[in-house]
């Protein structure tokens, strides 16, 4: 069954006929938000391979965006351990995610300019620039049929990894072109039609959850014309197949896999010019490529040398999403692992308080022996930290702001420590804000013209939280990554010995319907 899905049926009648002569279907395979599940690579370059050798169809790969960070090869590596993989996986074309941006961009371009890979993307541009940075578009001939790969990052990027993209003056450095970016979309589509191209598949990373500014990949599709298929990524979505109106009523596809390579994204392009898209679970998959296997191996061992010191052993899960679902949990409601990681900021600081944004608390850690690599996968970003004075006022706005979609995920969410609060999902009001009361022992009202110490990440202070904190003292800045802060609360406060203390949320969330 497997086999006949994925077109590897051999084509005896076809054995001895010229290639040139040969007409037959096209496979795209793809990526998205993969976030250094980098045992994925192996498979879908084997199965590209194996499809290849079965000469039932050509084959090929691409990505569409955030593969960089989201875990631990990448936190250890700033990205370059991915690069090393994804540089022996012969993309057709790659676009980015906003999280390539984590590391800035002069670090971006330079490990993208290593993947040995056509970077395509419509919207990245200079600030003041009239060209953009990378080609939008590149054509690939497959089959006698030419192809162009379109591709587009998110605008919201500009808000979601602010840092990378304004300095220390607020001046716009670099721009995703939010006032236009359907129409260079639309302006890269014409020009790859213009060129020759039979058919354009649209490489986005722009995702299914309408964000603030207005985007989403059903949008981008309703708003153009000229595309044949969307490759989604950003939201996380697993969605084999769904359709969309353009702006010419034609009814067009749109795929997403997941994450972490939980799926490969197989687009067939038949003889007759069909679109289909269907998903395979990476599990499924029975081919490996020795060579990006050979890699991967080579990466593991040394990360190995780096992650495997014990740490701590646990009874429980520490919870960041939903594992049925994927959905990330910790970006709407308190969770352990979140209770966990705003303790151990908390503490590094000595602070009064600390706020966490749930994007930052990336993946579940499973229960039994945990190791430094478990901790590096729960908080992957190298996000360091910092100490702030902040009015209860603007404590208010934190919470105020980035609570006000829930219980629709948001990455600013608010996980805390030495703190708690009530979030009304009807009226999007903040109530019943207490703060720890070290002294007296207990939680006390807070007070909007008191001034409290807060422990942040740099990122929370510089493109989270919606800019609540960005006029507030700066107490201290430290060189301390999230990982060996929560490593060294484990380790150093706790003994290496959670106990029941994390086995359930300790209730500093209320979420009122």
Request: net charge negative; aromatic share 8%; with cysteine.
């Amino acid at each position: 069954m497997l086999a006949a899905t994925l077109l590897l049926t051999s084509c005896a009648t076809l054995k001895n006929r010229p290639v040139a002569q040969r007409q037959k279907s096209i496979v795209v395979l793809y990526d998205n938000d993969v976030h250094c599940g980098i045992d994925g690579y192996a498979k879908m370059a084997g199965l590209r391979d194996a499809i290849n050798k079965s000469d039932t169809a050509y084959a090929t790969v691409i990505s569409s965006g955030d593969y960089l960070q989201g875990g631990t090869s990448g936190a250890i590596s700033r990205g370059q351990y991915v690069v090393d993989i994804m540089r022996n996986m012969n993309y057709a074309a790659i676009t980015i995610g906003n999280h390539e941006f984590d590391y800035g961009v002069p670090h971006m371009k330079k490990l993208l300019s290593e993947v040995n890979a056509p970077v395509v993307v419509a919207n990245f541009f200079d600030a003041g620039a009239d060209k953009a940075y990378y080609p939008a578009y590149v054509m690939k001939t497959m089959g006698g049929k030419r192809i162009a790969f379109v591709g587009a990052v998110t605008p919201e990027t500009m808000i979601l990894e602010k840092f990378a993209f304004y300095n220390e003056q607020d001046e716009m450095i670099y721009d995703l072109k939010p006032e236009t970016f359907y129409a260079l979309v639309q302006q890269a589509v014409d020009e790859a039609r213009k060129s020759g191209a039979d058919y354009v598949v649209m490489l986005s990373h722009v995702g299914e959850q309408t964000q603030s500014m207005g985007f989403d990949s059903h949008k981008l599709i309703a708003a153009t014309r000229g595309i044949d298929v969307v490759l989604d990524g950003h939201s996380h979505s697993v969605i084999p197949h769904d359709e969309v109106a353009n702006l010419d009523g034609k009814i067009i596809g749109i795929t997403q896999t997941g994450t972490q390579f939980a799926n490969i994204g197989k687009l067939l392009i038949t003889k007759d010019g069909r679109f289909s898209t269907t998903l395979i679970p990476s599990s499924e998959v029975p081919y490996e490529n020795e060579q990006v296997k050979a890699t991967t191996d080579s990466i593991k061992t040394l990360m190995n040398a780096v992650i495997n010191r014990e740490v701590c052993s646990i009874d429980y899960d520490l919870e960041v999403m939903d594992e049925a679902s994927g959905k990330f949990i910790v970006r709407c409601r308190e969770t352990n692992a979140g209770d966990l990681v705003a303790d151990a900021f908390r503490w590094v600081l000595d602070a009064e308080i600390s706020l966490v944004n749930g994007g930052g608390v990336r993946n579940n850690v499973f229960a039994g022996r945990k190791t430094y690599g478990d901790i590096v996968n729960l908080v992957p970003y190298d996000n360091k930290m910092m100490k702030m004075e902040a009015t209860g006022a603007a404590i208010m706005d934190v919470l105020r702001l980035n609570t006000a979609i829930t219980p629709e995920p948001d990455g600013n969410f608010p996980q805390c420590s030495g703190i708690r609060y009530t979030i009304h999902t009807g009226s999007h009001e903040i109530s019943d804000v207490q703060i720890w009361d070290k002294e007296k022992g207990e939680y006390v009202d807070i007070d909007l013209q008191k001034t409290y110490t807060v422990a942040i990440n740099d990122y929370c202070r510089h493109s989270g939280f919606c800019g609540a904190l960005k006029n507030s003292k700066v107490l201290q800045n430290t060189n301390i990554f999230m990982r060996d802060a929560v490593t060294d609360f484990i380790e150093k406060e706790l003994g290496g010995n959670l106990g029941d203390t994390y086995a359930k949320p300790q209730g500093r969330i209320t979420i009122v319907p």
